[in-house]
């Protein structure tokens, strides 16, 4: 399904368009007064005046503060998380995915997960991390950070940009922590629709969806105007965010492309299992960051959300391998790998609410659950969800989604979860990822296409897309 | 036999298993290997079964022929006029047919 020679010059005009605008909006916002929030213009001095010593009040939209009130510790630990979440896609991601496709597709493989995370890393600078982080309506962020715009380090007069959600942190070590997020997310469908959309294709699917699709959903969830965080929806690290918005994202996409030709009639042989689980083993590490990390601070309770993250991760590694071991008379290291993500995906947005006692129950239904759903489920659904995205990261999100709300401890949060809100919450994200993936394909579909033809598909998209072969 | 001749059979079941099951195969390999040749042949029949496809089943006899005739045929462990048993459910084959995991 080739695009026509008029598609592509009416999608590069769109291209143009949207970046035009984008740069038309940013240094009207970046000139406009008043960047300090409100109610701290007395207290916000110049480096020469002591800083007042009544503390100021909470910050509401992004601003900036005294360097002197940024905590180092947590500083720290928040950049180191986030180079660990950036491992877990490159190359944890990479890795894990391009072991389990053929071979004729490894290099396409890889390749998509490196042009998505340079593509998003770009679209979050320019307008995601404004449309999700900063305060608007319940529905999306505003306008007030598109391309950084008054994300500042002022060293002369010893102030820095912070976000209102983590004042505590310079606003660059939050905007790139989020980045990551947006990053592993989009490149985690990849293995959805893997070994037959086009490359174009998938860039521009992801370029939209994460303005889209993406965005929107972490407002909901994680900026505090947004309505399911208002409504006191549970999702500590992405649960909903990224997992189910993925999962299902994936599914979408996979039913829209049809199945690889060849699929339930000829075995598709994983190239090499052991770069999936050097894949899976960064995942496992990176995950740390992932969870830990998204208690915004080196504290106990990222301390806490570690503990839970690896308990998680080993029960659900085991869980699977005993289910798979009963059905199928063998363990896998496939399934052993498959398991412990499993673990972590459920354990994901419960990191910063559960004991580790239930930390283990929770890793161990998940990979009860995920094996069904990469299994039984993929089997009633008759979708080609190539690497099983859905059934390890959509299954995984809502069963972790919905165990927060009935293991969530207050003694540990302060807060209370309820299964009810967390179901609205899971419903929402998972209808409006079907939906608005289902209208970003078509308009991709529309654009340029979106699968490769027959015989790009049967001699491998490393060959057809990219003119590589990996060799050997 | 003419190698021309060989060729043309290996040639023909090549597009036919192509078009029909996807596999694509070395038409020139088939006529050299003998044991690459009775991998295709295996194949074909399995599909031919599988799929009620009886041209593939004519066209792998025909190559079955065309190959016994060139080189002494393997009698154990799996000889090329023998159709291949269905493999194991959790055979390296099957396992990966419809699913991953």
Known sequence: ?472 | MLSSEKLAIAAHLHVLLRRKTGRVTDTEWMIANVDYAAEVVRFARARAAEDQQPDLADWARKLEQAMVGRAPVPVAPAPVVAMAAAAPANSPENRYVGRLR
């Open chain 1, 1 to 472: 399904m080739r695009g026509l020679n008029g598609r592509w010059w009416w999608a590069m005009a769109m291209a143009v368009s949207v970046l035009a605008m984008c740069l038309i909006v940013a240094p009207a916002r970046a000139q406009a007064p008043g960047l300090t929030a409100p109610g701290l213009a007395g207290a916000v001095a110049p480096a020469a005046d002591p800083v007042a010593a009544a503390p100021a009040p909470a910050l509401t939209h992004p601003g900036r503060v005294p360097q002197a009130s940024i905590s180092g510790a947590d500083t720290a630990w928040m950049m180191t998380s986030t180079a660990l979440v950036l491992l877990m896609t490159l190359p944890g991601i990479a890795l894990f995915y391009a072991g389990m496709v053929r071979r004729k597709s490894v290099l396409n493989t890889m390749a998509c997960v490196v042009a998505v995370a340079a593509l998003v890393s770009v679209l979050w600078f320019a307008a995601g991390y404004s449309l999700a982080f900063t305060p608007g309506s319940g529905w999306l962020g505003g306008t007030q950070r598109l391309w950084f715009a008054g994300l500042d380090y002022l060293q002369p007069l010893g102030m820095v940009s912070v976000s209102h959600v983590a004042p505590h942190l310079p606003e660059s070590v939050f905007a790139m922590f989020q980045l990551t997020f947006a990053v592993i997310t989009a490149a985690l469908i990849v293995g959805a629709y893997v070994e037959r959309m086009r490359f174009s294709a998938v860039l521009w699917f992801t370029g939209l969806w994460t303005l889209l699709v993406y965005a929107p959903v972490a407002h909901w969830v994680w900026e505090p105007g947004g309505w399911l965080a208002q409504m006191g929806a549970l999702d500590f690290a992405g649960g909903s965010v990224v997992h189910i918005n993925a999962g299902v994202a994936g599914l979408v996409g996979a039913w829209y492309l049809r199945p690889r030709r060849g699929y339930g009639r000829e075995a598709f042989e994983p190239f090499n299992l052991g770069l999936t689980m050097a894949g899976a083993g960064l995942l496992w590490v990176g995950w740390f960051g992932f969870n830990a990390g998204s208690a915004l601070a080196a504290d106990g309770r990222a301390g806490l959300a570690m503990v839970v993250t690896h308990i998680a991760a080993a029960a659900g590694a085991l869980s699977w391998m005993l289910g798979e071991w009963l059905v199928r008379r063998s363990p896998s290291l496939l399934g052993l790998c498959s398991g412990l993500v499993a673990g972590l995906v459920a354990v994901t947005p419960a990191a910063g609410y559960i004991t580790p006692g239930s930390a283990l129950l929770l890793g161990a239904v998940a990979g009860l659950a995920c094996y069904w759903g990469a299994t039984g489920l993929k089997h009633l659904l008759k979708v080609d969800d190539s690497l099983d995205v859905f059934g390890v990261h959509g299954i995984g999100g809502v069963v972790g989604a919905l165990l927060t709300g009935v293991l969530a401890d207050k003694a540990v949060s302060g807060v209370e979860g309820h299964l009810l809100t967390q179901a609205i919450g899971v419903g929402a994200v998972a209808a409006y990822s079907a939906v608005a993936s289902l209208l970003v394909l078509w308009l991709t579909h529309v654009l340029v296409g979106l699968r490769v033809d027959e015989n790009d598909e049967q001699t491998g998209l490393d060959i057809a897309q990219h003119r590589e072969r990996i060799g050997g």
